[in-house]
């Protein structure tokens, strides 16, 4: 066996290792959402359960694998080391699109960064064999076109169908139990979570069981072919069930349902999902095992034309080991990935109920123009209606009582998290039994944003960026079909045409793109600082304020002083390091100010209104002087990229004194902030004094400096420019310091 095929054996497996840990990082919001969002469990329970459904899902799986071997190409058609390639094109694709996807937080398909990944690299491979060949064929013999046009289908009509069908269930739900739903659910939850249980288990029956190599098929059958005896059984039995367990037991059984929803989907997920990851390596092992036997035997891999070990009914079934170890991965992954937790927060907070926070999307032209046209059609709706059951039902939307505890708040109630994972099932199970493709993600993230539009989750101050973030979602839906085509097309003609140096190559760039994103997801996460709100109690409140204001003050020092000493030594590369970070600190701080303050007031105790008065005060001072820091970077790196002159020695002897005294002014409010002692607030406004009459001085002698010509007139609007900036951050940070004062001292 040639080297060549080693070489790409250990990519494949190594890719499909990356492929299965970003795998679950997108698809964890499927099974996750739901349970996390309402709190059904602790995080903890909620992982367990999810863990054991991929496992049993994964185990369970094998007889999926097919579509990777000859579901959308005609593998007879392409000689052995044609297809290696042709695999070795789909994984490089497919890593990189779903690590591209994982790091910004947008959940995608898995299943067609598969399915069109793997078009397109057999399509570039027939167009690479028909041009080097004189085979008289159209490339489209080599492709199994009609169930390309099935996924397609199925994409369009998943996304339309899943909305409108979650939207009018979560309606009608919300109108039957309301958001104060315990007392009706008292008499009327039984039926509902058994019908839900129902679902859900023949969900995980038939959707998530039914390739299972481990199961019987006469068993399936049998159950088919009664299929309106055992559901209706199923519904008595479970219904039975919950009404025991709420009245004798105490249990909430709305929790149940949602952990057996959760165990449900996870298994589905691992069940058929589980060839999306593994599956090109799969079919790439066994086609190198047959090759392998080709070559023990007498003949050469050249001989091999013709990959007719991949046709349906030659195919080895799964081995269950490597089914094993890919479970056991993909649970891994479930509780260490940080992008897998950056997925789930983006369906969460488009989903959840009420404001708060930041938004994690803007507003585009499409999404306002389609809140506008939904407030009309609603005010038109409501014309139609008798204002006394207009009434009637608006109340059933009425809001449940805040709780107090801000850690008990969830995103959204158990009524919705059962209605997402009921609904998903039922959708899934339905089109599996139609035999109609479709994605898991598309449906459980459109069903979870019908039923929060029906919720009235999307409030007129949140509805537009919540749409862009749905837009934002499916537009990386269809883009990915799009880019794994094209990625999958281009890195398998580049494998053809360059061999054994382009594998290299591009095996070398794909972990270097793996290594910049993960960078690049780490910043990115550092940014979202809205976790700590959820920390925040009556008790610690003071402490944690008082910690964020004063992280802000020593990063504005320490930026400063680097920024002026790397300006002085012309250092650009420093400059634009600092530039950067004193970017993402005004950012952090203008955020927090913009969307963390009310939050953060709200869980004040009702009698420190000064308090707050001044913490917010403290913060604005603290947002401006970030602002001023920024400005002043930005400033003093375009001057250093653009090569201008450097300053004269006059204007570095006078920056000099300037920055020494401005360095010994934020060394003392750094001391008062962080010791909490300010009683040396009064030396401290003294020396503030000092220092603007200082700047003053230095500003004069540059004006002079510029009426006689000594200086340029870049380098002259620089020097005036820095100079404003500290006399603004000195102002600002001393009046930072005596709200700070005031805050800790009430």
């Not at 690299?121 to 046009?149: G, P, Q």
Request: net charge neutral; proline share 2%.
């Amino acid at each position: 066996m040639d080297s060549i095929y080693w070489i790409i054996i250990g990519a494949l497996l190594v890719l499909a290792l990356f492929d299965l840990f970003n795998g679950v990082a997108n698809d964890a919001v499927n099974f996750l959402n739901s349970a996390i969002g309402s709190k059904a469990a602790k995080v903890r329970t909620i992982l367990i359960v999810a863990s054991i459904g991929v496992l049993v899902g994964a185990t369970f799986s094998g007889g999926m694998m097919e579509v990777a071997r000859n579901g959308i190409f005609h593998p007879d058609m392409f000689s052995f080391h044609e297809v290696m390639l042709l695999f070795l094109a789909v994984m490089i694709s497919e890593v990189i699109l779903l690590d591209a996807f994982n790091t910004f937080g947008l959940p995608t398909s898995t299943t067609v960064s598969l399915v069109f990944g793997i078009l397109g690299s057999a399509v570039s491979t027939a167009l690479y064999k028909i041009s080097n060949s004189e085979i008289n064929e159209s490339v489209w013999n080599f492709i199994n076109t009609d169930k390309s046009f099935e996924i397609v289908t199925g994409i369009l009509l998943s996304v339309a169908i899943a909305f409108s069908i979650g939207a009018f269930v979560m309606w009608v739900s919300r109108l039957s139990f309301s958001f104060r739903y315990h007392n009706r659910f008292k008499w009327f939850g039984g039926l509902w979570c058994g019908f839900a249980m129902t679902s859900i288990a023949y969900f995980a029956l038939f959707k998530g069981l039914k390739q299972s190599t481990l199961i019987e098929p006469k068993w399936l059958q049998m159950l088919e072919s009664n299929m309106t005896l055992s559901l209706f059984a199923s519904f008595i039995i479970f219904s039975l069930l919950m009404y025991f367990l709420q009245y004798i037991c105490r249990v909430n059984i709305l929790k149940i349902t949602v952990l057996a929803g959760t165990f449900s989907l996870a298994l589905a997920f691992a069940g058929n999902d589980l060839v999306n990851f593994i599956g090109v390596f799969v079919a790439g092992l066994d086609s190198f095992r047959f090759a392998a036997d080709v070559v023990a035997d007498g003949g050469n891999t050249v001989g091999i034309t013709s990959m007719e070990c991949l046709m349906p009914g030659y195919g080895r079934p799964a081995d269950q080991y490597i089914l094993l170890v890919a479970g056991i991965i993909m649970v891994f992954a479930l509780w260490f990935s940080k992008k897998a937790k950056s997925v789930i927060a983006t369906g969460v907070e488009l989903s959840r109920q009420g404001e708060g926070g930041i938004e994690r999307f803007g507003s585009v032209p499409p999404a306002r123009a389609l809140v506008r046209s939904a407030m009309t059609l609603g005010k038109g709706i409501k014309q139609l209606v008798p204002p006394r059951l207009l009434v009637r039902i608006n109340r059933q939307w009425d809001p449940a009582p805040l709780v107090g505890n801000p850690k008990d708040r969830v995103a959204f109630d158990l009524i919705r998290a059962t209605v997402n994972l009921t609904v998903a099932s039922l959708l899934i199970t339905w089109a599996t039994g139609q035999k109609l493709p479709l994605s898991t993600t598309y449906v459980t993230f459109m069903v979870a944003m019908g039923s929060s539009l029906a919720d009235k989750a999307w409030g007129s101050d949140s509805a537009v960026y919540r749409v862009t973030g749905v837009l934002t979602v499916i537009s990386g839906w269809f883009l990915t079909g799009f880019s794994a085509f094209m990625m999958a097309a281009i890195i398998a003609a580049l494998l053809h045409y360059g061999q054994i140096y382009a594998i290299i190559i591009l095996l070398l760039l794909t972990i270097t793109i793996l290594t910049k994103s993960t960078i690049m997801h780490r910043r990115r996460e550092n940014k979202m600082h809205k976790e700590h709100i959820a920390q925040i109690t009556e008790e610690n409140i003071f402490e944690v304020c008082g910690k964020q204001i004063s992280e802000g003050v020593f990063s504005i020092r320490d930026i400063y002083g680097d920024v002026v000493a790397n300006f002085i030594e012309a250092d650009r590369r420093g400059l634009k390091d600092l530039n950067e970070a004193s970017t993402q600190l005004s950012a952090r701080c203008t955020d927090s100010l913009k969307y963390d303050i009310l939050p953060i007031l709200t869980k004040m105790p009702g009698e420190s209104l000064d308090v707050g008065y001044h913490f917010l005060r403290a913060l604005d001072h603290l947002s401006e002087s970030t602002q001023s820091l920024s400005r002043m970077t930005q400033s003093i790196y375009t001057y250093v990229d653009n090569n201008h002159q450097p300053f004269i020695p006059d204007q570095i002897v006078d920056l000099k004194a300037v920055h020494n005294d401005m360095m010994k002014f934020l060394d003392s409010i750094c001391g008062m902030i962080q010791s909490n002692d300010f009683c040396q607030l009064d030396y401290t406004m003294a020396m503030q004094q000092e220092l603007l009459q200082l700047i003053a001085k230095a500003t004069k002698r540059q004006i002079k400096r510029a009426q006689r010509n000594q200086t340029r007139t870049r380098s002259s609007l620089l020097y005036i420019n820095m100079l404003n900036e500290m006399r603004f951050m000195v102002v600002q940070l001393n009046a930072l310091a005596i709200d700070q004062r005031n805050f800790s001292v009430e």
